[in-house]
């Protein structure tokens, strides 16, 4: 039962990653399409393998959710540690595929405040955003799947963290 759990979670969160950095990239401008239409295009792009670090990142940080020494702690203490797993994650991976393995998938290298060209901080910021969100859909899926307690709203977990909770 543990196993499946972890790999409807990894499905879940990987497609879900998948679909941020497409939406991301459509947002920010950093499209594909023709050269003249390229700030009206909705065309994002992202690589397979970020379904593989997407997945990762949530399996890790809601097998973390899963241990009362981590959902005891105060939420801001969560978001430090899922914000800190998530930017480490994008750096091994970016090095292990950009790096080691030569597939470019991404480079910050022209960015400011980068480092190794594998992370940046206005990235590093939106990953301390993140955890609020897979806490609180790992706590989701754990009420419809497995039929745990029903979680609070994504509000609730929001002002957890604002009033230091």
Not at 89 to 103: A, K, P, Q, T, W
Not at 114 to 133: R, T
Request: glycine share 10%.
């Amino acid at each position: 039962m543990y196993l499946k759990n972890k790999i409807i979670h990894f499905l879940v969160f990987g497609g879900i990653y998948m679909d941020v950095e497409v939406l991301a990239r459509a947002y920010g401008q950093q499209l594909v399409g023709y050269e003249g239409i390229k700030s009206m295009s909705l065309m994002g792009f992202t690589s397979l393998w970020m379904f593989l670090v997407g997945g990762l990142c949530g399996v890790i940080i809601g097998g973390l959710n899963d241990r009362p020494k981590y959902y005891n702690l105060k939420m801001w203490k969560q978001v430090l540690i899922g914000g800190t797993t998530i930017t480490l994650m994008e750096l091994f991976s970016g090095i292990f595929f950009n790096l080691y393995l030569g597939l470019h998938i991404w480079d910050y290298s022209k960015d400011k405040f980068n480092f190794m060209g594998q992370i940046e901080l206005k990235n590093c910021i939106w990953w301390y955003v993140l955890p609020i969100l897979i806490i609180w859909l790992d706590d989701v899926l754990s009420c419809y799947f497995y039929g745990e307690d029903r979680p609070p709203s994504l509000f609730s977990y929001v002002i957890r963290l604002i009033t230091l909770k």
